[in-house]
């Protein structure tokens, strides 16, 4: 899996984890290679992939840097209202 769509989507590892239903450092080990996502969480996984990469097509990602220190979630939640539980 590639996981560049974390820092694509102008992401952090915990606010991706979250999407997931995962820690940081879950991800962080995906994200280095050491582990791969268990079986019943690779659909999710891919889920939130496809998501974040529509969201950045459509250019509604990533959030502007002048912005991002406070608008990630809330950008994220304008951009899918359900994408958590659409992920879950």
Same mark, same amino acid.
């Given at each position: 899996m590639d996981f560049s769509i974390i820092e694509r989507a102008g992401?952090?590892?915990l606010? /991706?984890?979250k999407l997931v239903g995962v820690s940081r450092v879950t991800v962080n080990t995906w994200v280095k290679g050491? /582990?791969?996502p268990r079986s019943d969480l690779r659909a999710?996984?891919?889920k939130a992939t496809r998501l974040l990469d529509a969201a950045i097509i459509a250019g509604q990602l990533p959030v502007p840097a002048i912005? !991002? #220190?406070t608008r990630?979630? !809330?950008r994220l939640a304008l951009v899918y209202k359900d994408?958590? #539980?659409?992920? #879950?």
């Amino acid at each position: 899996m590639d996981f560049s769509i974390i820092e694509r989507a102008g992401l952090t590892q915990l606010q /991706f984890g979250k999407l997931v239903g995962v820690s940081r450092v879950t991800v962080n080990t995906w994200v280095k290679g050491r /582990f791969k996502p268990r079986s019943d969480l690779r659909a999710r996984v891919a889920k939130a992939t496809r998501l974040l990469d529509a969201a950045i097509i459509a250019g509604q990602l990533p959030v502007p840097a002048i912005a !991002h #220190s406070t608008r990630v979630e !809330h950008r994220l939640a304008l951009v899918y209202k359900d994408l958590v #539980s659409a992920v #879950s």
